[in-house]
Every structure is written in structure tokens, then in C-alpha cells.
């Protein structure tokens, strides 16, 4: 559970021919990329584009879905959060959560993906850049959100 906030390598631990199978609606919806969790679940065409642009912020694991050749990308990124910018969320004097969360620009602008140690790490966070691939190039299955604390994205 808290492989994501730890930056866990599952490399060395991963078998081969992993196989899944699709989860719901997912074989009919057909995504070039989504999110599973804290991962995301990348179609081979779409992992050829993106390998060389990704492969610095986390790493590929190869799966099947239904004899599909897939790719999970456990990222291994963090962005710095701008901590006097970020606002901790109280309810009845107890932490709950981010109310503000913001990042250093500095830190993030070369980083395609990112996610967020403050948040727990169960997001993935992304630039301009990654968001222009993705719609540049008509890749179907991610939600782009501008609110960063949203629990349903």
C-alpha cells in the first residue's frame, strides 16, 4: 500500500508473463494509456512514443492483458511541493488531507510526470508538456485536471 510514497522498485521482483485481465468496461473502452492506482497502464504503440521521454521518472514493467503486451510504468518521481504554498486540511483538530497544493516550478519544469510526497503519492502529476503529447498525438484514456486535490480524477 504504501509502495508508491516509499518509491518501491519492482524490477527486481518482477516475473515474467505476468497476465492480467480487464478490469470492467476497460477491454470495450479500449485506452491508448490510463491510470491504474498510481500507475499507469500503457498500450505498446504508446510506450514506443513515450519510453525515451519516460524513462527518467519511473520504470516500465512489461504485463499481458488477455495476451494483450501491455506496460505498467511505476513512476518513481516526486515533485517538490512549494511548502509555504500548500494548506493542510483540519477536520474536528485532526489532519485531513491537502486543502492547497502547490510545486516548485522550478523543480517540476523538466519533469513529465511527478506525484507528491504531502499527498500521499497516490496521484500522478503531470506538466503542459506531457499533456500536449498525450492530446498531440489523440492518445485516448487520461483525465487532465487542474485541480490537483480532487479525489475523483
Not at 521518472?57 to 511548502?83: D, R, S
Not at 493542510?88 to 522550478?106: A, H, I, S, V
Request: glycine share 6%; charged share 25%; net charge negative.
Amino acid at each position: 500500500m504504501s509502495s508508491s510514497l516509499n518509491n518501491i522498485e519492482f524490477s527486481p521482483l518482477w516475473p515474467q508473463g505476468l497476465n492480467f485481465d480487464y478490469f470492467g468496461k476497460a477491454k470495450k473502452q479500449d485506452y491508448d494509456i490510463s491510470r491504474l492506482g498510481h500507475f499507469l497502464i500503457i498500450k505498446m504503440p504508446v510506450y514506443e512514443l513515450l519510453k525515451e521521454r519516460l524513462a527518467n521518472f519511473g520504470e516500465f514493467l512489461p504485463v499481458k492483458a488477455e495476451g494483450n503486451n501491455m506496460i505498467l510504468f511505476n513512476l518513481l518521481t516526486f515533485g517538490q511541493e512549494q511548502k509555504d504554498m500548500c494548506l493542510t486540511k483540519y477536520e474536528d483538530g485532526f489532519e485531513d488531507g491537502l486543502e492547497l497544493l502547490t510545486f516548485e516550478q522550478d523543480d517540476i519544469q523538466n519533469k513529465l510526470l511527478f506525484k507528491s510526497k504531502l499527498e500521499g503519492a497516490q496521484k500522478v502529476y503531470c506538466t503542459d508538456e506531457f499533456k500536449n503529447i498525450i492530446q498531440s498525438n489523440n492518445l485516448k484514456g487520461l483525465v487532465f485536471d487542474e485541480d490537483l486535490l480532487d479525489p475523483f480524477v
